[in-house]
DNA sequence: CTTGGATTACTAAGCGCTTAGTCAGTTCAG
DNA sequence: CTGAACTGACTAAGCGCTTAGTAATCCAAG
């Protein structure tokens, strides 16, 4: 017995299947310039077999793109509020946040710069989570700044950087490169401190 | 008489509008979600028309490419090296970078993200330069740690957050947010000096 | 200044091919 | 034996790019 009407164990393997090779060649070609064949070859199926689990390419990019923003939606808001002091709540924020990007550079550079090939309604849901991850950035650094922690001039210019130099480690890190994702993390948790002015 | 045997005036000014017009769309629909008909019409022209001025649709990315490249590297060199002091050699660098990439966050977003739509042989000619850019910030942050005028534990990762949050502007910037480019120029600043540990 | 052949800039039409998506029919697990 | 999973063969639409030809411009020679 299923526990789900719309799912058995073989289906969920294969629509996993898809999602990963989905995954993989709109991070290489981009969604564009990745065909149905490609990815449906990519996870060993015929073409047609794509449409069996999914009502659209497009479809399949919004679902790989909600749950990329979903998880590091969570990610944040775990974090961030996983600690009343906002040094180490940064520490830690920074930290998971560049270590989610590095390791996670295929599917983030996906779910972060493929927005444009989605539907407006599609977008715009999106852009509401991007919106909430945002936040959760700048009313961290706010917090510190009431507690004195921090010394910041410009809350909202600090959080837009700290927010920017974890998102663009989707777009440079590579896995053959000399830094692991936790040596980025370690050097970023350093960087982050000094924009907040709280390193010492 | 024309000064070249290969241009007119207005083979120049056709030229020109077409380009713009590939910057326009490649940025708003990626490369590949662009058409050879979308950018000859945004041009006034018929589709053929772009065959007269350019060897293919890659051709003209690859143009687009490597001009807005060689600007932003002589850019880049002209400023690092336009003062003695690092400081404010890196004040005057990450100024001019950051209101190029706000200002210019239209061209900039094709010219950064757009590199894996180009042939092998043109996108390891951009690697190059993309390297000399790298190298710019790199030796900068050198020479003011080697100066002691700056403060930094890992002048490597330093560089490497420098040019990440100058890039990315042209991912998140728009014109009709709160900030101008010299706003976020200004603030860039301000982050930068304490990320090399310069602020005082 | 006029004229007419050469040159340049451009277009209408469409070729060969690829695309996302469909559907009737087959396979296979439970 | 049934229904879900999957495929082969297909279509309509759209792609990059080419070709053959036209309109506009240029620049001697008369």
């Known amino acids: 017995m299923t526990t789900d009407a719309s799912s058995s164990a ?101 779910v972060n710069y493929e927005l444009a090939a989605l539907s407006p309604e599609h977008l715009a849901e999106i852009r509401e989570l991007r919106r909430a991850v945002s936040r959760e950035f700048r009313s961290l650094v706010e917090r510190g700044a009431a507690a004195g922690v921090f010394d910041v001039p410009d809350p909202r210019a600090a959080a837009t950087a700290l927010l920017s130099l974890g998102v663009d480690i989707a777009r440079w890190y590579r896995e053959d490169g000399d830094w692991s994702p936790e040596d980025v993390a370690d050097r970023y948790v350093r960087v982050a401190l000094r924009i907040v002015g709280a390193d010492g």
């Open 10 to 110: 073989r289906a969920d393997a294969t629509r996993a299947r898809l999602f990963e090779a989905a995954v993989r060649a709109f991070a290489e070609k981009g969604f564009h310039g990745t065909t149905t064949r490609d990815i449906a070859t990519a996870a060993g199926m015929s073409p047609a077999a794509l449409y069996v689990h999914h009502r659209s390419k497009e479809e399949l990019l919004y679902l790989i793109t909600r749950t990329g923003h979903e998880g590091t939606l969570r990610l944040v808001r775990e974090t961030a509020a996983s600690c009343d002091d906002p040094a180490e709540a940064l520490r830690r924020l920074v930290r998971e946040f560049a270590v989610h990007h590095a390791r996670g550079n295929v599917r983030a550079r996906v």
